[in-house]
């Protein structure tokens, strides 16, 4: 009836959250929260984006060390369906400030015996804070400069999150402002920031990237064009899923990944199948340089506009366990063409042979 209340929907709950949390208000802030959670489920992309779109006043204007909750509601807005790119210019300038801020704080703890663990209580926050307006005061930076660089230190990894989940989208990481400033600052951290590593891998990430792939058993070479994978493990199962096939249509020939280890490297739920992953090749770069399974695709030097990569017999048995290291990035591997056997072996006069280094 017209009297009734009207329901409230996500997007209120996200309006409520992001005043509460302006107004340090916890009670109205836990209030949004609950509300959040029970409209989640039944939310469109529409409302999901509204939703985000009301936290944008918030997530702009918080204080670092305040916004860490705000930052991954967001994140997890953005998982169900949200519009990424509705808070990602605020988010990448909050988190690589954050960043950059928290970089400095070891230098700063120096000062008063670096010893700063993070605080568990709010009269262990206190503490935390008095010692690092005294070692500021050392430094010459200001108090509440010194204030700054510990809540960042301390809060910023928090934030990093609601990073992670939209750059797993490779039309986000085509659009993504700020990268090598991000990265740079990402990097700095990884000692110290659990989550900095992931960041900064994602930040790594090549998309529409052409490869050259020498086989040199059979002295045959492919085109490639790769996209979305993360790690050189995920690319030496995506290589041979790509590759080996029938040898009268110009593949290599061999025995294809299975298909549980093609699913883990690509969309699959299991990450890790039974018996771990099993290398089909050694993988070398035209330097003759090994191409490690940890490393990137970003490692791989370039030749020609492409980087190369070349395919050696096992010298050994290599195995692994996980399929893909980000669960959400869905990569794409492309067979552009397969060169003829003279431009193959122009490529094969270019590639440097491990043995003769």
Same mark, same amino acid.
């Given at each position: ?33 609950? @509300? ?29 060390? $305040? ?16 519009? !990424? ?34 605080? @568990? ?10 010692? +690092? ?98 790690? $050189? ?25 299975? +298909? ?36 990137? !695709? ?18 050994? +048995?290599?195995?692994? $366990? ?36």
């Amino acid at each position: 009836m017209w009297w009734r209340r009207k329901k409230r929907t996500l997007p209120d709950f996200c309006g409520d959250l992001a005043q509460g949390v302006i107004d340090l208000d916890e009670d109205v802030s836990s209030a949004a929260m609950r @509300g959040i959670i029970g409209s989640l489920d039944s939310a469109g992309p529409d409302e999901l984006t509204e939703g985000v779109r009301r936290l944008l006043p918030a997530v702009r204007q918080v204080s670092i060390g $305040n916004g860490g909750q705000l930052a991954q509601v967001a994140a997890g807005l953005v998982e169900a369906g949200a519009d !990424p790119f509705v808070l990602l210019d605020v988010l990448v300038e909050r988190v690589t400030d954050g960043l950059e801020q928290a970089v400095r704080f070891p230098v700063l703890a120096e000062k008063d015996g670096g010893a700063f663990e993070a605080p @568990g209580s709010q009269e262990e926050a206190d503490a935390l804070i008095d010692r +690092a307006a005294r070692a500021a005061a050392q430094t010459g930076i200001g108090r509440e400069e010194g204030i700054r660089l510990t809540e960042s230190f301390f809060t910023v990894d928090e934030w990093i999150p609601s990073l992670l989940l939209p750059l797993q989208q490779k039309r986000v990481r085509q659009a993504f402002p700020g990268r090598e400033r991000l990265a740079a600052a990402a990097d700095a951290m990884t000692d110290y920031a659990d989550a900095a590593p992931w960041l900064f891998g994602l930040l790594q990430v090549l998309d529409d990237e052409p490869f050259l792939v020498v086989h040199r058993p059979s002295g045959r070479a492919f085109r490639l064009t790769v996209s979305g994978v993360g790690d $050189n493990f995920q690319l030496h199962t995506l290589l041979a899923a790509t590759l080996i096939g029938d040898p009268a249509q110009g593949l290599i020939e061999g025995t294809r990944p299975a +298909a549980a280890w093609i699913a883990a490297a690509t969309d699959g739920s299991d990450l890790q199948p039974a018996g771990g992953i099993r290398g089909q090749f050694e993988l070398f770069g035209a330097d003759g340089e090994r191409i490690w399974g940890e490393g990137r !695709p970003t490692d791989i030097p370039v030749v020609e506009g492409h980087r190369v990569v070349v395919l050696d017999r096992p010298s050994y +048995a290599r195995s692994w $366990n996980t399929g893909r290291v980000y669960p959400l990035m869905r990569p794409e591997i492309t067979l552009d063409r397969i060169l003829p056997p003279a431009e193959a072996t122009t490529w094969l006069s270019k590639i440097t042979d491990p043995e003769a280094r």
